[in-house]
């Protein structure tokens, strides 16, 4: 990610410094030709081979200048790479300090919200307590495990924003992984009424980790069949030249304009119409991004409020 970024703003540098360079060299060549010119017309007494030795000296400045610009951009391109470097490396120094403590943290608190959610199931299981103490027990199972799902998101965050994200890929079938995500998601949205409805393009392959990616698209079913109180949730995958496209496309409550650019943000929820009959912490689709991101794809937003919205996942294909 940063490494992009460096080099973003070393074009950035080279593009203002060529600006300059151009306007210069332009007013330099411009004023000197010009002079050599005013000079052979100023002097009656010039022959055809003066004339000459003047159109060769301005084609040399032309050529002296160009030369002159193309070493001055390598060697400020070099400057601007290393400049560029410097600048980003407290922002990545952060960043990396902010990764590695999600990951500590949530690994420091596995273990506790192991033992509340087991001490929390075996009182609900003691037939002795109270019906009012175990509806307690309940309600505090129920948080310990959004607790639990959010850790674990977290962790899923932390370790795709390290370097050796991909080094599991393998040539990997989306279509496939997709229609099992779908499958596992389908008694729950048989349970609110939703039609499901499939259309699938297999094989479509592409190189990718199976896990992360199943991760994307349970997230994104989830999301569909949470946010959609009656209709169909459609789930699609095609190949459209040479990109692997799947979608998932819900008649849901839809999302407004202006929080779609707003919804890869971490812990980001768009309103109360669409958190208040959710559990989750707004991680949902910035894992999903996060991991797109490192198969080198593309995830996408559609939605009109009211009406439905449909999440479109581009990979290169193979």
Known sequence: MFTHARIKLTAFYLLILLCIVAIFSAFLY???????????EENTATTQVQHHIADGAIDNLQTTLFTGDAAILLVAGVLAYFLAGKTLRPIQDAHDAQVQF???????LRTPLS??????????????????????????????NRMSAMVENLLIMARNNKEDATKDFAKTDVSRILKRAMDIQTDA???????????????????GNEKLLEQVFTNLIQNSIAYTPSGTVTVRSEKVGHSAVL?????????????????????Y????????????????????????????????????????T?????????
Do not use: C, W
């Open 102 to 108: 999600s990951a500590n943290a949530s690994h420091e």
């Open 269 to 308: 929820k768009a309103d109360s119409s669409r958190t208040v009959n959710s559990n989750g912490v707004g991680l949902g689709l910035s894992i999903a991004e996060s991991i797109v991101r490192i198969h080198k794809g593309t995830l996408r937003i559609q939605s009109i409020l009211g009406k439905g």
């Open 115 to 144: 033992v509340m959610k087991t001490e929390n199931e075996l009182f609900i299981r003691d037939k002795e307590h109270s019906s009012e103490a175990r509806a307690l027990a309940e309600s505090n199972l129920e948080e310990v």
């Open 247 to 267: 979608s998932i496309n819900d008649t849901g409550i839809g999302i407004a304009h202006e929080n779609i650019p707003h919804l890869m943000k971490a812990f």
């Open 310 to 318: 449909t999440a479109v996942v581009t990979f290169p294909s193979l």
């Open 30 to 40: 411009h004023y000197t030709a010009q002079h050599i010119q005013d000079s052979v």
């Open 189 to 207: 949205a048989k349970a609110k009424g939703l039609e499901v409805i499939v259309e699938f393009h297999t094989p479509l392959f592409v190189m």
